[in-house]
């Protein structure tokens, strides 16, 4: 199994500034994933992000609204650049793991924008 | 394209009742099937992984079955406690990359 921890846990933003997420893994992960999941709707991918390369992103989603780092096999973060209230929603971390690439996901950052 | 549905979207049943969810899909084409549940305004917790070579897997009261032929796969749950209650996801991964492709979730509510 993997740990994961996400900062932050929630925050309340005002339209047209940018959020950076963090998430953190207790062990080196090849494969990781962020995902947005709107309120009560289920969860949409956003991006996989490999170390050592650009992360690929899913339709809808490009790199200059939601940038993503990932500079070791640990950590990674996702930016909401521009944000509007659209961008409300919860982002998850999550990380492909195990014999049989088991996907686990971190907390979440819960998002309001104003 | 694939297409996860799980039914029923909620349930609502009495402490001590087993259980099932159920989620079907529409390309056999698999690499796997994991349940997740979900509680309110948190993360996700992996609950089962079933490899498509497996027909089912066990992990204390939770027994999740797969019949890849049909297209389904059933999560059970026995003797359901109030700490059961939460949203119950299941999501596929396709045979051509890590790409999960998610149902909309069964929300269950165990009273006591």
């Known amino acids: 199994s993997a740990v994961i921890s996400q900062k932050p846990s929630r925050d309340i933003c005002q339209r047209g500034t940018s959020l950076t997420i963090q998430c953190q893994v207790d062990s080196q992960v090849t494969m990781m994933f962020w995902y947005r999941q709107q309120p009560g709707q289920s969860l949409t991918l956003i991006a996989t992000a490999n170390q050592g390369s650009e992360a690929t992103y899913e339709s809808g989603f490009v790199i200059d609204k939601f940038p993503i780092s990932r500079p070791n096999l640990t950590f990674s973060t996702l930016t909401v650049s521009n944000m509007s209230p659209e961008d409300s929603s919860i982002y998850l971390c999550?990380?492909?793991?195990?014999?049989?690439?088991?996907?686990?996901f971190g907390p979440g950052t819960r998002l309001t924008v104003l | 394209k694939q297409e996860v549905t799980q039914i029923p979207a909620a349930l609502s049943v009495p402490e001590g009742e087993n259980l099932v969810l159920n989620c079907s899909f529409t390309d056999s084409a698999i690499y796997n099937l994991q349940w997740f549940r979900q509680d309110p305004g948190k993360g996700l917790t992996s609950l089962l992984l079933i490899q498509s070579s497996q027909r089912e897997q066990t992990s204390g009261r939770l027994n999740a079955s797969l019949d890849k032929s049909s297209g389904r796969s059933t999560l059970y749950i026995a003797a359901s406690q109030p700490g059961d209650s939460a949203t119950y996801l299941c999501a596929v991964r396709l045979s051509t990359n890590y790409q999960l492709i998610w149902g909309a979730g069964t929300k269950l509510i165990i009273k006591p």
């Open positions: 999550s990380v492909a793991t195990g014999e049989w690439d088991e996907q686990f």
